[in-house]
């Protein structure tokens, strides 16, 4: 099975699965990447009320929890639905928006991971280094919730981490690494448009939720959700005046994604 045939047979099984991926996220983003979810064929919940996590999570065939929203009541839902992901066998995606920009941004990632096991962990160069330890944040100093480093410069400290916490991770960029503890392949694509798209590295974290509830490999998982961000991404740049059409152009290219699309644009390396 060729790469594009794999991402598309993933893109195909949420169109016809149409798994709930439960969000606890950013406020910010969240009709960002709750219409992301639907144009790809997923069916999103958001909530942060931690008295319904337990349920909402029996139901769900994968959870995000993104920590762009650090207030009371959305820390208070995260571990709760973590557990009862991990009682239920239910992949967990973590994205640490802006770990590295402040102690609460980088102990709460830290701790949640302590706790609870991670299917992917999906972030930026800045915060993935963060996360692997004090040589490499040092490397990768963050600027709020923007990157100070490139995502090429974070391949062995993901790969490292990856291996410290038996999952896959992610780093965004303008090339994203998809590691796990035996190496990392490469993505190529997409637009210099989508970094001006407040979410879209969210949206990536969603995407990768929504292919974790078809695929019960997170590293395939994670690669097919970046496959489908950068091409996706690429076919709306082509349509786009600026970044205010490219997200709705975005949109509509998840929506329209096809096999013969991914075969012609998919550019990656093992």
Request: charged share 15%.
């Amino acid at each position: 099975m060729t790469d594009a045939t794999q991402v598309f047979h993933d893109i195909a099984a949420i169109r016809e699965k149409n798994p709930l991926v439960l969000s606890i996220t950013n406020y910010v983003v969240t009709n960002t990447t709750a219409n992301a979810l639907l144009a790809l064929g997923a069916s999103p919940i958001m909530s942060h009320a931690a008295e319904e996590m337990a349920e909402l999570v029996a139901i769900s065939g994968a959870l995000v929890i993104n920590l762009g929203t650090v207030a009371p009541e959305y820390l208070a839902a995260m571990d709760p639905a973590w557990a009862a992901a991990d009682e239920a066998g239910v992949p967990v995606i973590l994205d640490p928006v802006g770990a590295g920009a402040s102690m609460l941004r980088t102990v709460t990632p830290l701790a949640l991971l302590a706790n609870h096991k991670a299917a992917i962990v999906r972030g930026n160069a800045s915060e993935i280094m963060t996360l692997a330890g004090a040589s490499c944040a040092s490397a990768g100093a963050s600027k709020g919730v923007d990157s100070t480093a490139r995502s090429l410069d974070a391949a062995g400290c993901a790969q490292d981490l990856a291996r410290r916490l038996d999952c896959v991770v992610v780093v965004s960029g303008e090339v994203d690494l998809v590691c796990s503890a035996q190496g990392c392949a490469r993505v190529f694509g997409g637009s210099a448009l989508m970094p001006r798209v407040t979410g879209l590295g969210c949206t990536a974290t969603a995407l990768c939720g929504a292919f974790a509830a078809v695929n019960p490999d997170p590293f395939a998982a994670a690669l097919s959700a970046c496959v489908t961000m950068k091409v996706a991404g690429e076919l709306a740049a082509e349509k786009s005046a600026g970044p205010g059409t490219l997200q709705l152009h975005f949109y509509d290219a998840l929506y329209a994604l096809n096999e013969a699309d991914l075969a012609t644009r998919l550019r990656l390396e093992r």
